[in-house]
């Protein structure tokens, strides 16, 4: 067993570890300006179309679609620890790279699903960064982890499809420069196969009918690097047919698909996160000094020190062993292990936030450092994608029937 990165994975994590350093770290506390100065808290600050274009130009962009056609043509295994890198400063670099959720599920989405137009009008755009896109499934009025219960209705009329339903959590679509949505509803609500009777269209914003009616907030965050989290209402809103994504009946599997990279993606920058917290807990336990001694000095410190390090070490073993898998036996022979890895490592990482937090006492919990906000975005991630339990359950069915 090799444990090394190959060499196009070492080449691309020092160019990278280089665009953090130059680039990233430097433009937070400019985004925060420049985003305080903005006439609306939803635009895009300046300095993120700079790195932008700087991530383009050093070749740091699309790093996460694995086919050569449309993006890098990276494995899962080189771009966990590029994604991991990224998942440092979460709020600017994944967009940076062009390698933000929900766009890059949805790029995914186009990129399998989608058809030749569908691809020029929306792909196209997404891929070269000049638009954003939203996911739009989880509703306020059902239980949303269990998708058969959705009800947000697509009716066909003539050469068009109708669509009725409230949704809400629908991230980035706060953003004006997210010009389409892919809303999943269903086209046979009373069909016998209740995996069926789900599809998925391409709304554009534009199309009257749709509302973004109010941003939601994550603990009192309104999330404005990731375009929040709307409320979006669609009240009878008429799109052509040419926009079902995939074939009527096909969204449940479509959701399924397109989830399998998404919740590694995630994982991968968690880790990143929780790096992150390390090192600024051991920064301040070192300068900071408390009863004659610096915190680092605490047995209690570095104990959660310590147990940080042997936690992330772990979870960065098991999600390369995921990504390789999904790269030799396919994301449906990786399922056991992508379950395991969105449930282990949202938790964990929040627990190494609240360590580092502790450490630096009111500090942790202010605005000054980025620990508050990392910890809230690492606690949705216990939801988003599907909640802890819902996974819990479906990895002990499958552990049970060996036995059954
Ligand atoms: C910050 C954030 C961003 C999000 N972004 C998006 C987005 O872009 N697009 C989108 O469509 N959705 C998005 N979501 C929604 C997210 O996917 C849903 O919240 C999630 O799927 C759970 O659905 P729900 O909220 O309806 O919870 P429910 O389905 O009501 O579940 C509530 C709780 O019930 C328990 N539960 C459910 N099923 C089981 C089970 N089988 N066994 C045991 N316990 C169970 C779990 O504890 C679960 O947390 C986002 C959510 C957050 C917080």
Avoid at 237 to 249: D, Y
Wanted: net charge negative; proline share 5%; aromatic share 6%.
């Amino acid at each position: 067993m090799d444990f090394a990165f190959d060499a196009r994975t070492e080449e691309l994590r020092g160019r990278l570890l280089a665009f953090m350093d130059e680039h990233v770290y430097p433009a937070e506390r400019t985004a925060h300006e420049q985003r305080a100065a903005l006439a609306s808290p939803w635009d895009t600050p300046a300095v993120v179309e700079e790195l932008k274009a700087e991530a383009r130009r050093q070749g740091l962009w699309n790093l996460f679609l694995p086919d050569t056609e449309h993006g890098a043509g990276l494995t899962n295994l080189q771009y966990a620890p590029l994604a991991e890198i990224s998942g440092r400063s979460p709020q600017l670099a994944p967009t940076a790279l062009n390698c933000a959720a929900p766009d890059t599920g949805n790029m995914e989405v186009l990129a399998q699903f989608g058809t030749e137009e569908q691809r020029k009008r929306w792909l196209r755009p997404l891929l070269a960064g000049e638009i954003r896109s939203a996911f739009a499934m989880t509703e306020p009025d059902v239980a949303s982890s269990d998708a058969t219960n959705i009800t947000t209705h697509i009716r066909r009329e003539g050469d068009s499809y109708v669509i009725t339903g409230r949704k809400w959590y629908i991230s980035g679509a706060m953003n004006p420069d997210c010009r389409v949505f892919i809303v999943m509803g269903k086209t046979d609500p009373d069909g016998p196969d209740v995996r069926r009777q789900q599809s998925m269209v391409l709304v554009p914003r534009d199309t009257p009918g749709v509302e973004v009616r109010r941003a939601m907030t994550v603990y009192g965050y309104e999330d404005h690097y990731h375009g929040g989290h709307a409320e979006v209402v669609l009240d009878e809103a008429r799109v052509p047919v040419e926009n079902l994504v995939g074939e009527e009946g096909g969204g449940f599997a479509i959701a399924q698909a397109r989830l399998g990279p998404g919740r590694i993606h995630h994982c991968m920058r968690l880790i990143g996160m929780a790096e992150r917290a390390i090192d600024l807990m051991c920064e301040r336990a070192v300068h900071r000094t408390a009863f004659g001694k610096p915190l680092a000095a605490q047995g209690v410190v570095q104990q959660w020190i310590a147990d940080a390090r042997v936690t992330v070490e772990q979870l960065r073993l098991l999600v390369l062993k995921t990504a390789w898998l999904m790269d030799t036996v396919g994301n449906k022979g990786a399922h056991t292990e992508i379950q395991a890895i969105k449930i282990a490592t949202p938790r964990a990482v929040v627990d190494i936030l609240d360590r580092a937090v502790q450490v630096h006492g009111a500090g942790g919990v202010s605005q000054d450092f980025p620990l508050a906000e990392l910890w809230a975005a690492a606690r949705t991630l216990r939801l988003a994608d599907g909640p802890d339990e819902v996974h819990q359950r479906s990895l002990a069915r499958r552990e049970l029937k060996r036995f059954a």
